[in-house]
């Protein structure tokens, strides 16, 4: 049985826009499906998560290399991968109402979850859905049109003149910038198979989907990892990434009963085996990340397409072969819902009352700390600390209503420490740190304020 737990995505959403960590994007003038705008405390948890894997996966690896490569490339480059052919959903749109929705999530949906789409053709899903009378989930009418092919991917034209464009695409993955750049990394650095590189970066698709709010939107951020390898090793790194994975999750504070393994039903042309990680959101089990044994297809097919060699010469062996591929690839958007997800907690307090309190990882946390003088007279005492604490970490200050109020608005943010400056700070330079989790207080010398929030902190 699933764990009962008191998050929604409803309370996600509503404290999200409440809080400003997440608001609907163009609101003003209506919005627009499928976007979202960070807020104030939500680009910092975001930057924060982003911090956290690059200082995992690139900072702490001495074979790990960065790249920020552009988002738009040469329209080859989506020939040779594949994208312009194959990339793309299998819809249908009703007839009477006009929406268009994927078949394999009205199979999904329709089934709970009981029937795999993944492992069907087209035919079999139009079968399926005349078979079991799937209706659409916005008029309720079974008047579909036949399963037809719509490609994700966004296409535009550059030139001044009509007879001088070319198409262009927004990139639908960040992935094919790493692997362009394979030689150039590998020579700028002298990096030795097995190496990886990394990046962090938008990527596009346009895709006619359920919202769960910010799970899948046609505008995304993917953090994603790709490890060189010779064959014959690509299995012990494709067991070494799922438990990397696997790992960064839990030291970010996910419970393993939050997360499980799950390996592809049906496998790309290219892949020799793919799994991924899943997280129990509050829409149920869904697709966290991916791990993936993509062989050496991509940097054969850049070769093929490109004309220029992706071949690596091994300096031991004199050998030249193209190297095999792991990937390793996650949504910092999914990532940011998972965490907002796993944070969320009602806590019953004495007297009835109930507070909302968000359970980040302190690394994750958008500020470090709040400072909040007890009186707004204490206010000059209370800005120097903050001027001192803000030039190492990001930290908030609030003056606005009685304390009790004040530590309610900083838990329901997540900050994991607040500061009260209150008249005994005058007399003898201490303050009262009040922990988040534990609403214990303790009392500290200010001058040793940036060492424990430091240690607090750090992400390991």
């Given amino acids: 049985m699933e764990e009962k737990r008191c998050v ?3 309370k996600i959403v509503n404290l999200c826009k409440s809080r400003g960590i997440i608001f609907p994007g ?9 976007t979202w705008d960070y807020g104030p405390v939500g680009v910092e948890i975001k930057n924060n998560i982003k911090r956290c894997w690059w200082k995992r996966f690139v900072q702490e690896n001495p074979s790990s290399y960065g790249v920020d490569a552009a988002i738009l490339m040469n329209s080859r480059v989506w020939e040779a991968s594949g994208h312009t052919t194959s990339f793309s959903d299998p819809m249908m749109d009703c007839k009477d ?11 999904e949906a329709h089934s709970k979850g009981a029937v795999n789409p993944d492992v069907m053709t087209n035919e ?7 078979k079991h009378h799937v209706c659409c989930p916005r008029c309720g009418n079974c008047n579909w049109t036949p399963i037809r092919q719509f490609n994700l991917m966004f296409k535009t034209s550059r030139g001044v003149t009509e007879d001088n464009q070319n198409v262009i695409y927004l990139r639908p993955e960040t992935a094919q910038g790493e692997f362009v750049n394979f030689q150039n990394v590998q020579r700028t650095t002298r990096a030795k198979v097995p190496f990886g590189i990394a990046q962090i970066g938008k990527a596009f698709r346009n895709e006619i989907t359920p919202g769960n709010f910010i799970f899948r939107t046609i505008e995304f951020e993917q953090m994603e990892h790709q490890w060189f390898c010779k064959e014959g090793t690509d299995l012990a790194y494709y067991d070494e990434f799922k438990k990397k994975a696997w790992d960064f999750l839990t030291d970010l504070g996910f419970s393993p009963d939050h997360l499980r393994y799950k390996d592809h039903d049906k496998l790309a042309h290219y892949a020799k085996c793919a799994c991924d990680i899943q997280y129990l959101f509050p829409m149920g089990w869904s697709e966290l990340n991916g791990i993936h044994n993509r062989t050496n297809y991509d940097l054969s097919r850049h070769q093929e397409f490109s004309g220029k060699t992706m071949l690596y010469n091994d300096p031991l062996t004199n050998e030249k072969y193209i190297p095999f591929v792991i990937e390793y690839s996650i949504g910092a958007d999914r990532l940011m819902l998972a965490t907002l997800s796993e944070a969320y907690d009602e806590e019953a307090l004495e007297g009835g009352d109930t507070r909302v309190v968000m359970h980040f990882h302190p690394a994750v946390a958008a500020y470090k700390c709040a400072i909040l003088p007890l009186q707004k007279n204490l206010s000059d005492k209370a800005r120097e600390v903050f001027s001192s604490l803000s030039k190492k970490f990001m930290v908030t200050y609030d ?3 009685s304390i009790g109020k004040r530590y309610r608005r900083q838990d329901e943010i997540g900050t994991p420490y607040c500061i009260t400056i209150d008249f005994d700070t005058l007399e003898n330079d201490t303050v009262t740190v009040r922990d988040r989790d534990t609403m214990e207080q303790i009392r500290l010398p200010i001058s040793e304020l940036e ?4 240690e607090k902190i750090a992400f390991n």
């Fill in 399 to 401: 003056d606005a209503g």
């Fill in 8 to 10: 929604t995505m409803d």
């Fill in 451 to 454: 060492a424990f929030i430091n």
């Fill in 124 to 130: 079999e899903m139009q079968e399926y859905i005349e």
């Fill in 97 to 107: 109402c006009k929406s268009r929705h994927r078949a394999d999530n009205l199979i």
């Fill in 26 to 34: 163009s609101e003003i003038y209506g919005g627009m499906g499928n």
